[in-house]
Structure formats: C-alpha cells, structure tokens
C-alpha cells in the first residue's frame, strides 16, 4: 500500500467554504474557445435541500485523463422552468484542482416548497439540466412526501436499471445510505458478472477519484441524481470493507489512515455536500461531519447517521481478518460491554437531542436514516454478527431508550447495508422479541450488490425472529416511502434481472404504518 501525506483539511475547508458561495468571480482560466469534449461527463446533482435552498454539485473532467488544469471557472443558472426563460438566480462557482475540479455551490433565498431547474456553463459546455428542490417551510405541514431510500451499487454484480425505475417513480428526495463504490479490483473470475473494470484496488486519493468517475459515468445512475435532491451517507465500502473509526485492516496503522484520508476527500469531492461538512482539522484525524438533519415541515425530521467514523472496533474481531465477521456471545465478553459505541458518544448525544427536539415540536415522523440493520437478528445457530448492531447491543439498547423516553409521535428507521430486504417491528427491548413495538424498520436491499446468502437460510432466520415480519435476499432494488400526515406506506421495489441494463422492475411487497400506531402493517 503507498501511503499519502496526510490531507490539510483546515486548507481545504479553507478553498471548499471560499467557492461554495462565490457569485462573481475574475474569469481566470475561462474557456473562450470550443472545447474539443464535454466537461460535465459524471452529470450534475443537488443534495440537502433546506426551505430556500439546497447545494449543487457537478465536477469538471479534464480533456485526456491525467492532464493538469488550473482552477476553472464555472456558471451556473436555476430557473423556475427547464428551458430556463425564467431565470431566479444565477452566478459562478471556481472548479479548484485541489478538489478534483469539483463545484458545490450553496444556494439559499429560493422559494419554499418548490421545484427548480439548474445548469452549470463552462465556456460554449453546458450541462445536463438538473431537476431539484426546495422544502416547505418549518412549521408547515405539506400533505405529503415520496421519499426512496437505496444503498450498494457493486459495479460488477449489476447494471443500474433500479435508478431508472426509481426516476420513473418521481420522488421528492433520495436517501442514499452507503456504498456508493466498492474499493476492490474485477476478480479474476468474470462468470455471472454484469460488467468488469480495470481499476486498481483503490487506496490513493487518484484511485478514488478515479472510482468515483467510473461510477458516476453511469448515465442511469446521473438520471437519478439529476431528478431530484439526495441525502447522501456512507458506509464502509467507500473507504474499506468492514472499517471501524481508525480501525483498518492489516499491520500498519499510517498507511490506514492515509487511505481514510484520500478516501473521505474523494467522498467530499464526489457529493452534494456543504462545505460546512469537512468541518475542522485534518481529513485524517476527524473526517467529515455527516450526521445532520433534514426537515420537511413538520411533517418529517429525517436524522442521517454516520455509522462509521466514529465507531469502536467490532467485538473479538481479529486485526487482519478481511471481515468483522460473527461471534458467539457466551465466547466474546466484549460484545456487551456498556461503553461500546456503534455512532460515538457525541453523535449518541446529537440523536438523542434531536429525538427530543422532534417530541417538542411534534414532527408527524422521525427518520432515522442510517446504513444497516437495526432490529435484533438472531440467527439458530447461536452465532451474532458484529459489524451490524448486533454487535453493539448496549448502544442500540441506549437508543431505544432514548425513543421511548422522548417518544416522538412516529419513529421510522431505514437501513441498508445486508443487500436484503427487511421489514421490522421494532421491539423496545431488542434481548424480547416479544417486548412492545416501539419503532417500524424498513432495511432495503442494493442497487446491485448481491446478497451472498440464500433464501432458505433467510427464512431460517425469520422464523427464528418472531418480529421480522419479511426477510428476503433474492431481489436487487430500492425503497419507496409516500409519507402523508395520516400513514406511511413503503413499497418495496425489486428487479426482474439485475444483470440487464433494461431490466423490468415489480413491487415486491407494501406495508402501512398508521399514524400513532407503530409496527408495519403488509398491504399485499
């Protein structure tokens, strides 16, 4: 592994807080002739949308890979209509090479509870038009919200058709929780791949970049972003399967950390993200503050977690090991030990204050957003994974504790993470399945990535779990939640072939919860 100086994020933050507002800037490096190719080849996306704005991003690719540019300087417009003739605000952004040329510009003063159109211009170059918008405003209560949540999209395991469906279904917003990219190499072994690529094992700041590109060439995958706004998390494939906080794998903790850095800028670079996420510091010690949250009225607060950055090492797990892996509690004290975090002591004390804030202010819904399986799994052989938060069942028992002492009016959790369809009732005491329900659980399964297990052993599982009320691992796809203020209904959406760049899609399944009543009900 080459290790990379570690990366001055201060400076960083510095450039990234300096060109996300700017609105006129000197026309320095500004292309006045033809450009011989088109800059805005990874498409454009809009991400963490307030009541009068939201954050635009696109990212400028060189001419041939690899050539050198200096900063760029970027236009960008938002209309109220798509041929732009009504044009509310428009300015320009400077594409810096210490961020990959990427561009997040930070809008605010639009309209509450509204769509938008956008563009970025770069000399004769114009972009894709991008679709976004606006929330309602704090304290209103709009009637309704579609909301799709998806996570995994393994390159090689399928083709992207679910973001195709996913635009066809129209949502207000997409929440993205985790594994964006995967870090590995094709295998060797190509049989019942979609596709392959030729990238190396990413562990340097090119190597994401370059990973990224790849993904993002995907025209499915830029229809979906440029359809509407995303909350974007991550997981541990962005970085490195299974890592804890500064736990990697392997003898060299340096050379972790300098793959963490180059990693968790490559995220930044790549993401609709405000610059107030790269914080402060250095990338390498503090990373990037990814636990916010997102209002829509009154009628749902969403709380997006980072489940990554900031957790103690899985229980018992063995420092080379590839994986974290699964123990058997009797086998692994550590596993129960009462200071053992799964978010960190000060995002626990964030949720809990937001889980509060959301009972004083009555929101109709409170989302936590996160990147995993929440519900208790226990599996008959005895055996507990610990990478999920099974792994962490003193803090998870802390969280629940945390909702049923604020009980907010609904709390609905979402997850990824398995590549396997999950739906919940969540019991207030994860040791009795039997205990009430307090919360409702949606887990989705991937884009693509696939499953790894089998549907017998899944139905195992689900018998031996009297509160899992569906448990699949066949299908590949995406969630979609219609949020009103009465019910919440989430239709499960799956592909007929993820390995067909035009597959069909069906629903799978459909579940309610009632306001005031909570546990999924199964409409289908």
């Known amino acids: 592994m080459r290790i990379q100086p570690a990366v001055d994020r201060r400076n960083i933050l510095r450039l990234a807080t300096s060109v996300a507002g700017m609105s006129a800037l000197p026309r320095w490096a500004w292309a006045g002739s033809t450009l011989r190719h088109n800059p805005f080849g990874l498409g454009v996306a809009s991400g963490d949308p307030t009541s009068d704005g939201m954050v635009l991003w696109t990212r400028l690719l060189p001419a041939e890979p690899g050539a050198a540019a200096g900063p760029l300087t970027v236009r960008w417009e938002v209309a109220d209509d798509e041929r732009f003739l009504r044009i509310v605000q428009r300015g320009t952004a ?3 090479p210490e961020l990959a040329h990427s561009v997040h510009v930070e809008l605010a003063g639009l309209a509450p509870d509204r769509w938008y ?4 211009l770069h000399g004769d170059a114009v972009s894709p038009t991008g679709r976004t918008r606006t929330a309602p405003a704090a304290g209103q209560m709009p009637g ?3 909301l799709a949540f998806a996570s995994c999209q393994n390159w090689e395991h399928g083709h992207y058709a679910a973001w195709h469906h996913l635009v066809q279904d129209a949502p207000d917003l997409v929440l993205f929780l985790g594994d964006y990219i995967y870090e590995y190499t094709s295998p060797a072994d190509t049989s019942g791949l979609a596709r392959v690529q030729t990238l190396r094992h990413a562990t340097t700041l090119a190597d994401f970049r370059d990973r990224y590109a790849l993904y993002k060439s995907d025209p499915q995958l830029q229809a979906a972003h440029a359809a509407c706004p995303w909350g974007v998390v991550w997981d541990d494939h962005e970085v490195q399967n299974d890592y804890a906080g500064a736990n990697g794998r392997g003898d060299d903790p340096a050379a972790f950390l300098a793959l963490r850095s180059a990693a968790w800028q490559a995220f930044y670079e790549h993401m609709p993200l405000r610059a107030a996420s790269l914080g402060a510091g250095h990338l390498g010690t503090q990373g990037l503050a990814l636990h916010r949250r997102l209002a829509w009225g009154q009628l749902a607060h969403i709380h997006l977690l980072d489940m990554r950055q900031h957790r103690d090492v899985q229980a018992c797990r063995r420092p080379a090991a590839r994986s974290a892996g699964a123990v058997r509690p009797e086998d692994c004290t550590t596993l129960a030990a009462p200071s053992r975090s799964l978010l960190g002591t000060a995002q626990e004390r964030w949720l809990d204050a937001g889980l509060a804030q959301d009972a004083r202010q009555q929101a109709r819904w409170s989302v936590l957003a996160q990147t995993t399986l929440f519900s208790p799994r226990a599996y008959p052989s005895g055996l507990r994974a610990t990478d999920t938060w099974d792994g962490y069942p ?6 629940l504790q945390s909702i049923a002492g604020h009980a907010p009016r609904n709390t609905v959790v979402l997850g990824g993470d398995i590549h396997q369809n999950y739906v919940c009732r969540v ?3 994860a040791e009795r399945p039997d205990a009430p329900t307090l919360a409702s659980e949606f887990c989705g399964t991937s884009i693509s990535s696939r499953s790894g297990t089998t549907q017998d052993k899944v139905d195992a599982v689900a018998r031996h779990n009297p509160h899992v009320l569906l448990a699949r691992c066949e299908e590949r796809g995406y969630g979609l939640a219609d949020i ?8 499960l959406r799956a592909l007929d072939d993820p390995l067909r760049a035009d597959s069909g899609a ?7 919860v009632e306001d005031g009543r909570p546990g999924p009900v199964p409409l289908m």
Do not use: I, M
Request: hydrophobic residues 40%; charged residues 25%; aromatic residues 12%.
């Open 117 to 120: 159109h956008y563009r970025f």
């Open 427 to 429: 019991p207030a005491d």
């Open 394 to 399: 003193a803090a998870r028992q802390r969280l």
């Open 144 to 146: 309704r919200l579609r």
């Open 506 to 512: 069906r629903t799978l399944a459909r579940f309610v």
């Open 484 to 491: 009103t203020p009465a019910r919440w209904t989430t239709t």
């Open 94 to 96: 400077t594409a810096l």
